[in-house]
Protein backbone atom coordinates (compact mmCIF):
# COMPACT_ATOMS: atom_id res chain seq x y z
CA UNK A 1 0.00 0.00 0.00
CA UNK A 2 1.77 3.53 -1.06
CA UNK A 3 2.12 6.41 1.92
CA UNK A 4 1.17 8.94 -0.64
CA UNK A 5 2.26 12.73 -1.03
CA UNK A 6 3.67 13.70 1.97
CA UNK A 7 2.31 17.34 2.59
CA UNK A 8 4.94 18.77 5.19
CA UNK A 9 8.40 19.15 5.03
CA UNK A 10 10.94 19.33 7.75
CA UNK A 11 11.62 22.85 7.57
CA UNK A 12 8.04 23.91 7.99
CA UNK A 13 8.09 22.48 11.57
CA UNK A 14 11.58 24.13 12.32
CA UNK A 15 10.43 27.19 10.98
CA UNK A 16 6.70 27.17 12.76
CA UNK A 17 8.71 26.28 16.45
CA UNK A 18 11.38 28.84 15.61
CA UNK A 19 8.24 31.31 15.18
CA UNK A 20 7.06 30.50 18.59
CA UNK A 21 9.85 30.48 20.35
CA UNK A 22 10.34 33.80 18.92
CA UNK A 23 7.16 35.38 19.92
CA UNK A 24 8.69 34.29 23.72
CA UNK A 25 6.32 31.59 23.37
CA UNK A 26 7.37 27.90 24.82
CA UNK A 27 6.76 24.55 22.90
CA UNK A 28 5.55 21.53 24.24
CA UNK A 29 4.29 19.71 21.85
CA UNK A 30 4.30 19.26 17.80
CA UNK A 31 1.38 17.21 15.87
CA UNK A 32 1.08 16.53 12.55
CA UNK A 33 -2.51 16.14 11.41
CA UNK A 34 -3.30 13.45 7.95
CA UNK A 35 -3.97 16.09 5.97
CA UNK A 36 -0.63 17.67 6.60
CA UNK A 37 -1.62 20.59 9.19
CA UNK A 38 1.21 21.25 11.81
CA UNK A 39 -0.42 22.03 15.17
CA UNK A 40 1.93 23.16 17.82
CA UNK A 41 0.63 22.63 21.52
CA UNK A 42 2.11 25.50 23.41
CA UNK A 43 3.02 26.25 27.26
CA UNK A 44 3.45 29.34 29.48
CA UNK A 45 5.52 32.33 28.29
CA UNK A 46 9.03 32.12 28.99
CA UNK A 47 10.27 35.59 30.19
CA UNK A 48 11.82 38.03 28.29
CA UNK A 49 14.16 39.29 31.31
CA UNK A 50 14.79 39.46 34.77
CA UNK A 51 11.51 41.88 36.01
CA UNK A 52 9.47 39.03 33.48
CA UNK A 53 10.74 36.87 35.37
CA UNK A 54 10.09 37.99 38.91
CA UNK A 55 6.73 39.17 37.43
CA UNK A 56 5.98 35.39 35.99
CA UNK A 57 7.29 33.90 39.70
CA UNK A 58 4.61 36.04 41.72
CA UNK A 59 2.03 35.13 39.60
CA UNK A 60 2.54 31.10 39.93
CA UNK A 61 3.00 32.16 44.32
CA UNK A 62 -0.25 33.84 44.12
CA UNK A 63 -2.44 32.13 41.87
CA UNK A 64 -5.88 31.80 43.45
CA UNK A 65 -7.07 28.39 41.66
Do not use: N, Y
Request: hydrophobic share 40%; net charge negative.
Amino acid sequence: MPRGCCTFRQTDITRAIKGVRAAGVEVQQVEIAADGRIILVTGKSVPVDALDRELAEFEVRHDPG
